[in-house]
């Protein structure tokens, strides 16, 4: 029987090879990101060309004539780790802010199918299944989010968040209950912004629903 390590990194490389063969264009720089995908490069721009000068943009001029950077429309609210990481990437290596944008852009896309596999394992107990699931949820979801990030983009984290409530839900006495609810509280923060609290207070609703419904929780 195939080792199941194999087949694992083999799904991983077939999937690498199937993004990279449709969307190569972007990465040679042949193309670039449609529609809302490019709209928020000038936030992106904005907000990375002041952090890389020293100081923090409470407020981005040129968004929707000036607004706040957390929370905002851009969803690059100045708690978003992400791109802390990104500007950090960039200062190291020197790359240019477009190409620090596109690892922003992606990076977003490989966190949410993370999140997806560490959920979709937890509930499997398969890693090849859930890599499998993982890899068709990412590659679906490619084609509208390279063009408009749209409920992606603001929800990347879900995933991650609901793996870590239904661990909480599974055994709320236990040991690492404090760690599982506090990761899930602070994921939502970071996700947090004009948009999200009803979007994720919908999907934690229902999850929720299907948690007690199953009997994995229990309302005493």
Not at 2 to 10: A, E, N, Q, T, Y
Not at 30 to 47: K, V
Not at 50 to 72: I, K, Q
Request: one cysteine or more.
């Amino acid at each position: 029987m195939p080792d199941s390590k194999k087949i694992i990194g083999i799904l991983i490389l077939s999937f690498c090879a199937v993004f990279l063969a449709v969307y190569h264009t972007i990465f040679t720089g042949q193309s670039i990101l449609g529609h809302e995908g490019t709209m928020w490069y000038g936030s992106f721009h904005y907000y990375v060309e002041s952090l890389l000068d020293g100081h923090f943009p409470y407020w981005d001029p040129a968004l929707m004539t000036g607004t706040y950077f957390y929370p905002n429309l851009s969803f690059l609210g100045l708690l978003d780790p992400t791109v802390l990481v990104v500007t950090l990437l960039i200062a190291l290596f020197k790359l240019s802010l477009l190409t620090g944008y596109l690892i922003f852009y992606i990076a977003r896309l490989v966190i949410f199918g993370v999140g997806a596999y560490f959920l979709f394992h937890h509930v499997s107990k398969s890693r090849i299944s859930a890599v499998l699931a993982a890899g068709i949820l990412v590659l679906a979801q490619a084609p509208q989010y390279l063009r408009q990030p749209g409920a992606l983009y603001a929800a990347f984290l879900t995933p991650l968040i609901l793996f870590f409530v239904l661990r909480f839900f599974e055994d709320p006495k236990g040991p690492k209950r404090y760690l599982f609810i506090a990761a899930a509280v602070l994921m939502l923060g970071i996700s947090m912004n004009v948009y999200i609290p009803a979007y994720e207070l919908f999907n934690l609703t229902a999850f929720l629903i299907v948690l007690f419904l199953t009997r994995i929780a229990s309302a005493r």
